[in-house]
């Protein structure tokens, strides 16, 4: 009888992450990721998507039984009621949630243990640009900045590597700086 | 006694839309939006933002009265336990319901009516740029693409017009499409 101890780095199975790493390296083919998200407008401002399935590892994931819900909403200002956080706020989410992961996931793999990790993130937007009235004013984010607090058991230098790795390497960071081809199709219900 | 009746169109008040508008054309400096999350990492994979305060329109938004918490976990083959979707998963229902936004806002503002509207998004992404496996690969999205279902009271021409100038106005859209710079600090608690 065996006693199975499974030896955590950051909360991550290091044993597993690195079958993972292995297993990439022997078939590329398995870090083919493909992501979904299906959205139903309401109302107004209002908006709601289910996440469920995706594609990863050579096959459907089917882990979970139930679809995650996420609504968009408006403020009143922006002519809503509050109905849910709004997509460009829903943006700043994502990408702190993926700069913290990808900190997380490299911290692991250096030997980094991390003891704390929080983040603020401000973007500015003209609204001149979303609305039509400039076509000089840029619609999206001018800028983002991300405010990041991070204790680990390293050198400040090991600290500052880190992070700056994890700028090149966070998918939602890399997809935001960098131009990502996004191609609209539409269809009828019919298709 | 006057009875008051909003008149909107997809959802939206006409009227106050208009004057948000005109006021914007008077006084740009009004159009200025800053939004904010802030994110504390949990264990692993899983970590939670706080959305509440923004500015804009000349003043700090006081509207929610509890912040939006939204939680990213990863799936088991990505070493979590399904927590909540993943940070990829959220942008796709960011970039999603901005479309959808921009459409009901640009519709109305051209007087079309919208009977239903949809998307189904899919992204495509290699692990191994996020793990730093291979230094040619883009870590983030290689594409995405949106299927749009909408039905309106206008010709297909009319529907193609509007669907292009959003596909140049949504402001997720275009921060995905566009280079956004992305500016990171690191700061210590006591900052």
Same mark, same amino acid.
């Given at each position: 009888?065996?006693? /199975? ?10 044993? %597993? ?11 590329? !083919?398995?870090? %083919?990721? /493909? *992501? ?6 309401? +109302?107004?401002?209002? $908006?709601?998507?289910?996440? /469920?399935? *995706? ?16 609504? $968009? ?20 989410? !994502? ?32 609204? %001149? ?13 001018? /800028? ?8 680990? +058991? ?6 500052? +590597?880190?992070?700056? *790795? ?26």
């Amino acid at each position: 009888m065996s006693t /199975q101890v499974t030896k955590k780095l950051n909360g991550l199975p290091l044993t %597993q992450m690195m079958e993972t790493v292995g297993a990439i390296k022997n078939d590329p !083919a398995i870090a %083919q990721f /493909q *992501f979904r998200a299906s959205n139903k407008w309401i +109302d107004g401002g209002e $908006n709601r998507s289910m996440i /469920q399935d *995706f594609y990863g590892a050579g096959r459907e994931d089917d882990s979970r039984e139930v679809p995650f819900e996420f609504t $968009n909403g408006e403020p009143p200002v922006l002519l809503g009621g509050n109905e849910g956080a709004n997509p460009v706020e829903f943006l700043l989410h !994502a990408l702190a949630g993926c700069m913290t992961t990808t900190m997380v996931i490299h911290a692991a793999a250096r030997g980094i243990r991390l003891t704390e990790l929080s983040t603020e993130l401000e973007g500015d937007m003209d609204l %001149q640009g979303l609305l039509g009235l400039d076509e000089g004013v840029f619609p999206g984010y001018e /800028q983002i900045r991300i405010k990041m607090n991070v204790e680990a +058991d390293c050198s400040d230098k090991e600290l500052e +590597d880190l992070l700056e *790795f994890v700028r090149g390497h966070s998918p939602v960071c890399t997809t935001v700086c960098k131009p990502v081809p996004v191609v609209i199709e539409r269809v009828t219900s019919s298709n």
